[in-house]
Antibody, heavy 119, light 110 residues
């Protein structure tokens, strides 16, 4: 059974760096073809894909946010970490991590974690 | 990359069929058979309903179907039920080897 869970601060100040951790079980990021992605959703707004890391450590980022994002994995601990620099109130959102399957398919999602950016 | 274009809302009565469109470009929807659809109920995480344009994951009702024509993908829900009321999002693989979501469509069951 695949499960994912996001963790991190619920409140960050403008200009700070956000660090979110996705802890997963039921699969290994050492397995060929596997990936973990991050997606966010501002309150009342649409989903936005942020980043994706593959089993071979290949990384992909949303072009408009690429300069602010870093995604890394720790396969021994079954976790993926996303950092986003220079946080702004517009970055207030629920952040989800998800298991990637096939091409561009997120078949299992975490419950999401709400991050508020405010001074 | 720009978000895929979806209608903000659609509605239908129980038992009817509705279709939600998702328009992109030849660099995403029109260029690959890698379109997915997600259902999201309020306060919940998205749920995969369709992948690779027209495939249903195990456990998803066969009332849900997907297709594409040119740069537009479509999700059709037949035999509409009250529980189908939710937000629906399309997504696509892109030529930049990234992903893009649509703006979302709110489905109301009248």
């Amino acid at each position: 059974q695949i499960t994912l869970k996001e963790s991190g601060p619920t409140l960050v100040k403008p200009t700070e760096t956000l660090t979110l951790t996705c802890t997963f079980s039921g699969f290994s990021l050492n397995t060929r073809g596997v990936g973990v992605g991050w997606i966010r959703q501002p309150p009342g707004k649409a989903l936005e894909w942020l980043a994706l890391i593959y089993w071979d450590d290949d990384k992909r980022y949303c072009p408009s946010l690429k300069s602010r994002l870093t995604i890394n994995k720790d396969t021994s601990k079954n976790l993926v970490v996303l950092t986003m620099t220079n946080m702004d109130p517009v970055d207030t959102a629920t952040y989800y991590c998800a298991h990637r399957w096939g091409m561009a398919v997120f078949d299992y999602w975490g419950q999401g974690t709400l991050v508020t950016v405010s001074s | 990359q720009s978000a895929l274009t979806q209608p903000a809302s659609v509605s239908g009565s129980p038992g009817q069929a509705i279709t939600i469109s998702c328009t992109g470009t030849s660099s995403d929807v029109g260029g690959y058979n890698f379109v997915s659809w997600y259902q999201q109920h309020p306060g919940k995480a998205p749920k995969l309903m369709i992948y690779e344009v027209s495939n249903r994951p195990s456990g998803v009702s066969n009332r849900f179907s997907g297709s594409t024509s040119g740069n537009t993908a479509s999700l059709t829900i037949s035999g509409l039920q009250a529980e189908d009321e939710a937000d629906y999002y399309c997504s696509s693989y892109t030529s930049s080897t990234t992903l893009v979501f649509g703006g979302g469509t709110k489905l109301t069951v009248l």
